[in-house]
């Protein structure tokens, strides 16, 4: 099984809302991440988790706070968004932090913040 | 951090052989060329990686000449469903796991 799962497929949110991202995999890898990708650009980086704790930080706004529950899990709260936070949200997982580490995605999350 | 150039878009047709080709003339001694590809509204998916001279997979090869400054990925007779963005990623990086993806070569392949 070399599948990460990510829900919801689709999000709207109002400015004043709270809402989770969640991200799954069951592939025992002990790295996971997130990223942003705006529409017609490559994905960035937000956070990355090594063994269930966070390991990089990339300046993310507070309004986005990470969470890695367990070695399977990984969550994104979203609080007070921006329309311009409006993009897909992908993870990925790998087998350890590796530079060479091939990272697996799931299929994102779109998100649109109104 | 080495920095990538790739052409911003490409078209082939069916049937083509397709090459797509990565500056990349600051590598680092200790860095890797991987190739991503991402469908439209899905995330990215590896597609190959190399170090020097040529991999090949069941999927594409990839060339690297001597010198490494630059790379080749090579798709061989290519479909409609190959149309997608690649992405050419050099690594490793200062912080372990961080890739940085330039802006990619959106390929189309028509009939």
């Known amino acids: 099984d070399t599948e990460v799962t990510q829900t919801p497929k689709h999000l709207v949110m109002g400015m004043t809302n709270k809402k989770s991202l969640k991200c799954e995999q069951h592939m025992g890898h002990r790295a996971m991440y997130w990223y942003k990708q705006k529409a017609k650009k490559p994905p960035e980086l937000m956070f990355v988790y090594s063994y269930e704790k966070l390991s990089i930080n990339e300046s993310v706004p507070s309004r986005f706070s990470p969470e890695c529950p367990n070695s399977s899990l990984l969550n994104l709260h979203l609080h007070a968004l921006q329309p311009e936070d409006s993009a897909l949200y992908l993870c990925a997982s790998s087998r350890e932090i590796v530079d060479t580490d091939t990272q697996y995605f799931g299929p994102g999350t779109r998100l649109t913040v109104l | ?111």
Not at chain 2, 30 to 41: K, L
Not at chain 2, 60 to 80: E, G, Q, W
Not at chain 2, 85 to 106: A, D, H, R, S
């Open chain 2, 1 to 111: 951090l080495a920095k990538t150039t790739q052409p911003i878009s490409m078209d082939s047709y069916e049937g083509q052989e397709v090459n797509i080709t990565c500056s990349h003339n600051n590598i680092a001694t200790n860095d890797y060329i991987t190739w991503y590809q991402q469908f439209p509204s899905q995330g990215p998916r590896f597609i190959i990686q190399g170090y020097k001279t040529k991999v090949t997979n069941e999927v594409a090869s990839l060339f690297i000449p001597a010198d490494r400054k630059s790379s080749t990925l090579s798709l061989p007779r290519v479909s409609l469903s190959d149309t997608a963005v690649y992405y050419c990623l050099v690594g490793p990086y200062n912080q372990g796991g961080k890739l940085i993806f330039g802006q990619g070569t959106e390929l189309s392949v028509k009939p």
